[in-house]
Nanobody, 126 residues
Framework: QVQLVESGGGSVQAGESLTLSCAASGSTDSISCMAWFRQAPGKEREGVAFIYSPLGRTYYADSKKGRFTISQDTTKNTLSLLLNTLEPEDTAMYYC???????????????????WGQGTQVTVSS
């Protein structure tokens, strides 16, 4: 089992930045893929940024490229998401997710994210 705990959310003004963190514990050797998802009220959950941990390869949903940066610290088993130039449309609950995978599965976008955190709220006001 893997436990994920997010932190770093908050209320900010448009144009400001936030850094979200996700602390992983438990059987972390069993996971190779990690990601950030978000869900806004009344909307479906969407993927934001993804990383293949063994190689540090990243992928971003098109609309997030250039504003969001996913990174990892494998020595501390932490995953981060830097949110720059936030917009009111970025208001959502942000979730950290993790799962076992190989590189092909990651590239094809077919990762099953078995483990999820409780989420951290990001609210952006105009």
């Amino acid at each position: 089992q893997v436990q994920l705990v997010e932190s770093g959310g908050g209320s900010v003004q448009a144009g400001e930045s936030l850094t979200l963190s996700c602390a992983a514990s438990g059987s972390t050797d069993s996971i190779s893929c990690m990601a950030w998802f978000r869900q806004a009220p009344g909307k479906e959950r969407e993927g934001v940024a993804f990383i293949y941990s063994p190689l540090g390869r990243t992928y971003y949903a098109d609309s997030k490229k250039g504003r969001f940066t996913i990174s990892q610290d494998t020595t501390k088993n932490t995953l981060s998401l830097l949110l720059n130039t936030l917009e009111p449309e970025d208001t959502a609950m942000y979730y950290c997710a993790a799962g076992p995978c190989d590189y092909n599965t990651y590239v094809l976008g077919r990762v099953e994210y078995k483990y999820w955190g409780q989420g951290t709220q990001v609210t952006v006001s105009s």
